[in-house]
């Protein structure tokens, strides 16, 4: 009986003392709202305004350009919302097909982009791609992961 209790009365005050703990973090959590924004910022998981805003800035981009850069990555958005919705698909077919429309996005955008621009947006490619890897080298099974 006296074992029985003692083992209540410790259970009992782990709860008191942890739950104090987790309540903080849950409400703390709604106070972390920006860095879940820029952690969406940093995997380019923004508004496409804003991302062709973003882009309009780095490349110098005119109106024009900019409203057609806006235009690829809002139906790159449409597109990637459509296959993460798409049930049938397997993890391997979705992020395949995800692939294939960030690549085809990708090359609209160079296209609408003068020579030295195109030049700029190649080294920000390919910046982005090496911290890809870098990101799925340290992903639990991120070694397994298929090459890009």
């Excluded at 806006?70 to 995800?98: A, F, P």
């Excluded at 080294?123 to 870098?134: I, L, R, S, V, Y």
């Amino acid at each position: 009986m006296l074992k029985h209790s003692l083992i209540v009365i410790t259970v009992a005050a782990f709860l008191y003392m942890v739950l104090p703990c987790a309540v903080a973090q849950q409400t703390g959590s709604s106070d972390q709202q920006p860095a879940t924004s820029e952690h969406a910022h940093a995997h380019g998981h923004m508004d496409p305004a804003q991302r062709a805003a973003m882009l309009g800035k780095q490349l110098n981009l005119n109106s024009d350009q900019q409203s057609k850069v806006e235009d690829i990555l809002k139906s790159e958005q449409s597109q990637i919302e459509g296959v993460h919705s798409d049930t049938s698909l397997s993890k391997e077919d979705r992020r395949s097909k995800m692939m294939d429309i960030h690549k085809s996005s990708s090359d609209q955008i160079r296209g609408l982009l003068d020579p030295e621009q195109q030049k700029k947006w190649d080294e920000m490619q390919a910046k982005h791609q090496q911290m890809q890897e870098h990101h799925h080298q340290q992903a639990p099974g991120g070694a397994s992961s298929s090459p890009q």
